[in-house]
């Protein structure tokens, strides 16, 4: 039987490693659906399962579950930048920057709640030890792993701090929820006024998306014109993806030269459309836009797939489909959204473009673009590695900061996030294809989160009852609620009474700050609307990458 005890305890066998790692995270995992109150802990339960094992004696060799845990955050943190770097710099923009500035102090109250309790305790516990507590009350993963990694540059040999970040965890997912429930009642929200102010400025806020209407030309100083001298005289984008003369119907260039009593199939941005409309004539709607003229080749239109890494980063001005193809581009559809056909739109693997034109043109435009679906089935593997190569050495280097003795480093979370964040919205200017599919993502996302988790905990386990039993187990639970509770009530507060943010906005916004996955489903099943996930995504990127920032430098700056 010596085989068995071999895997069941060898710290050095491969296979004992590889059985103990598939046995924590498959265990943590299922349990981790487990819905207390409608709430589970999610992957999260992967921590507390590793420290099980650890403290009935179950580990490894130390090296190597040091590498698994570095890589696992490597690639956590990694796809996590690719994800958030698209709207990184696109949340600021409009009602964003309030909302961020928000996010901001939320991040900036846990910091001092965490520092004023810490001085309060009079060394009681470590530097170290509060970080892990923060992480833990604010539910953020990466943060524990930045902060473990900045210990490791300070070859720090105290206690684990995963041990507080555990301690901290379920109350944390439970006070920020709460945090919601008690700002309800103290500013008196009636949900379904909520609900109408939502709908009222849906409605009376026009985006920027795709918006079709036929207008009869009326204007007679545009009689006579090409479509291209009114698209420059008007400076506002528009598609005309067909033109009714004398009865036939025809897909127009910019050359085309517009009569009065024609009609035309126009596509813009919602904002353009009444400037537009008053510019060239009234809305008509009796036209037959499939009585095609029999001189000119039938029209079809179709959505053509953005597949080629050619095409990756060029503006559809760049490309000339109505000059050189014969075709109009009236807009692309990119993650699910219609986004309107600007001439100065960047085109991205993934875009899904719809096309008016002649069969065959549109043929030509297809093999131009690509369009064949199983080029998206696999990862950009190369773009991965890439961006972690240069992460790595870009947390590699140092900068020093006056009045501290030792240069400080962004280290294995923070270069590979940053990097991540620049390459998933500058990637394609340096002809990087950085589409994913949300699948793939999630996948290499959870397996480097599970192998970070399941790492930390059977590091910890072997000390993580003594610590909670006859330790400071309960004063890092408590220490961990206030850091949770007192900033989201304080933020939620200011934003309610004085900024006047929708309630459901808000409890978007709370989940987003503290980055809870479990908070966002249950404003989503209070709302019942979009309003508290477009909250979440707006604050999410700054947020995860302050969460992950922070950490690290709380850490190189009071406990180096």
């Not at 598939?22 to 399962?49: C, D, H």
């Not at 970040?165 to 500013?187: N, Q, R, T």
Request: aromatic share 8%; proline share 4%.
């Amino acid at each position: 039987m010596n085989w068995l005890n071999d895997l069941l305890t060898n710290p050095d066998s491969i296979a004992h490693i590889v059985s103990l790692y598939a046995f924590v995270i498959a265990i943590g995992v299922l349990l981790g659906k487990i819905k207390i109150f409608g709430i589970s802990l999610g992957v999260t339960f992967v921590l507390f399962v590793g420290i099980l094992a650890g403290h009935f004696g179950f580990t490894g060799n130390t090296s190597i579950l040091s590498f698994i845990q570095d890589f696992g955050l490597i690639l956590f943190v990694f796809c996590i930048g690719l994800q958030v770097g698209p709207s990184f710099f696109s949340s600021f923009k409009k009602g964003g920057i309030l909302m961020n500035m928000l996010a901001v102090g939320i991040v900036t109250l846990n910091i001092a709640v965490a520092l004023i309790l810490y001085y309060s305790l009079q060394g009681r516990v470590d530097i170290p030890m509060i970080v892990g507590v923060l992480c833990g009350a604010v539910t953020n993963t990466p943060g524990l792993g930045a902060a473990n990694e900045a210990l490791q540059q300070l070859q720090y040999n105290g206690p684990e701090i995963a041990m507080g970040y555990a301690c901290a965890y379920p109350l944390g997912v439970m006070g920020i929820i709460l945090s919601m429930i008690l700002i309800k009642f103290m500013c008196r929200v009636n949900l379904d006024k909520e609900s109408e102010d939502i709908q009222k400025e849906e409605e009376a806020n026009p985006h920027l998306k795709p918006y079709n209407i036929a207008l009869i030309v009326e204007n007679g100083s545009i009689s006579g014109k090409k479509l291209s001298q009114i698209q420059n005289f008007l400076a506002r984008d528009f598609v005309c993806s067909r033109i009714q003369q004398d009865g036939h119907v025809f897909i127009p260039t910019g050359e085309t030269v517009l009569r009065l009593g024609d009609k035309l199939n126009i596509v813009c941005a919602e904002d353009d459309s009444e400037a537009i409309q008053a510019f060239i004539g009234s809305p008509t709607e009796d036209v037959d836009w499939n009585n095609q003229s029999k001189q000119v080749k039938p029209m079809v239109s179709r959505r053509i797939l953005v597949t080629q890494p050619a095409i990756n980063g060029k503006t559809l001005g760049e490309l000339h489909f109505s000059s050189m193809y014969g075709v109009n581009v009236t807009r692309v559809n990119r993650s699910g959204m219609d986004l309107f056909a600007a001439r100065q739109l960047t085109l991205q693997v993934g875009d899904r473009v719809m096309v008016v034109g002649p069969q065959e043109s549109i043929d030509r435009v297809s093999d131009l673009l690509g369009n064949q679906l199983k080029r998206l089935d696999h990862p950009n593997i190369v773009t991965i590695f890439i961006g972690i190569f240069c992460g790595i050495i870009f947390g590699s280097l140092p900068f020093a900061i006056p009045g501290m003795p030792t240069p400080i480093k962004l280290g294995l979370a923070g270069g590979p996030l940053i990097i991540s964040i620049l390459i998933g919205r500058f990637g394609h200017k340096v002809k990087l294809v950085t589409y994913t599919t949300m699948s793939a993502n999630l996948m290499l996302r959870e397996v480097g989160l599970v192998l970070f988790l399941a790492s930390v905990g059977i590091k910890a386990g072997g000390n993580f009852m003594h610590t909670v039993v006859e330790g400071d187990g309960l004063l890092y639970v408590g220490i961990g609620f206030l850091i949770t509770l007192i900033p989201l009530l304080i933020i939620g507060l200011i934003a309610r009474w004085k900024y006047k943010i929708n309630y459901f906005t808000l409890m978007g916004l709370i989940a987003g700050s503290t980055t809870d996955p479990p908070a966002l489903a249950y404003a989503n099943q209070t709302a019942g609307n979009d309003a508290p996930a477009v909250g979440y995504s707006t604050v999410y990127p700054l947020t995860m990458f302050l969460r992950i920032l922070t950490a690290q430098l709380l850490i190189l700056l009071m406990a180096g």
